[in-house]
């Protein structure tokens, strides 16, 4: 089974930190992307990455960055964390082509 | 470009009726299409897909969903819900030509299942 892991379940962080989530996948997938979800908005696509090091804007990729060193490896980063990025944010993983895509468990995160 | 539309944001249905959950897209290309289910807390599960082929798709827990590209619609049924079937529920759509597979997103449909 294809397995993608999020570093946490529940964050909490405050205005202006430097947030980093990380996610990991067990299945040597070429693509890997990063969502966040909101009521009412379903998932938005904000980073994805086809390669290590390769990296594309996806909708909503404003406040954001992404760095992928290992292919196993997606990290998402706030900058400076800000109250709109308050959310639940979902990695996901798929081979090129393929029509799936795997999703992470999710990180809640709150910015105080 | 691509988009999805589900009708309903909630939906409320009695144990053991029919689930039907809609779901209507746009594509400049064929499709592929699918429906992912999310239990309180966790991450994305795929339920069911269409890519080519037969459009009548058959996914997991009773799950089933017909492509019918006349209406631009790919609709969720299932004939007799279960209090288990209580989610939340996302269509999703991406372009068959997309080597990269992005996936756009429907607004998703609450799903509450009454005894």
């Known amino acids: 089974d294809v397995k993608v892991t999020q570093s946490s379940r529940y964050l909490v962080k405050r205005t202006g930190e430097k947030v980093f989530l990380e996610c990991v996948q067990d299945?040597?997938?070429?693509?890997m992307f990063w969502y966040r979800q909101d009521p009412g908005l379903g998932l938005r696509l904000i980073y994805f990455s086809y390669d290590v090091k390769m990296k594309e804007k996806g909708d909503i990729p404003e406040g954001y960055s992404v760095s992928r060193e290992k292919k196993e490896r997606f990290s998402l980063i706030l900058e400076s964390a800000s109250t709109n990025q308050t959310s639940m944010y979902l990695c996901?993983?798929?081979?090129?082509?393929?029509?799936?895509?795997?999703f992470g468990p999710g990180t809640r995160l709150t910015v105080l | 470009a691509q988009s999805v539309t589900q009708l309903g944001s909630h939906v409320s249905v009695s144990e053991g009726a029919l689930v039907l959950l809609r779901c209507n897209y746009s594509s400049s290309v064929p499709p592929y299409l699918f429906w992912y289910v999310q239990y309180p807390n966790q991450g994305l599960q795929l339920l069911l897909k269409?890519?080519?082929?037969?459009?009548l798709v058959k996914g997991i827990n009773g799950f089933e969903a017909e492509f019918k590209k006349s209406e631009t619609s790919f609709h969720l049924t299932k004939p007799s819900a279960h209090m288990s079937d209580a989610a939340e529920y996302f269509c999703a759509v991406s372009l068959s030509t997309d080597s990269w597979g992005k996936l756009q997103f429907g607004a998703g449909t609450q799903v509450v299942v009454t005894p």
């Open positions: 269409y890519t080519t082929g037969a459009t």
């Open positions: 996901a993983s798929t081979t090129r082509w393929a029509d799936t895509q795997y």
């Open positions: 299945m040597d997938h070429e693509n």
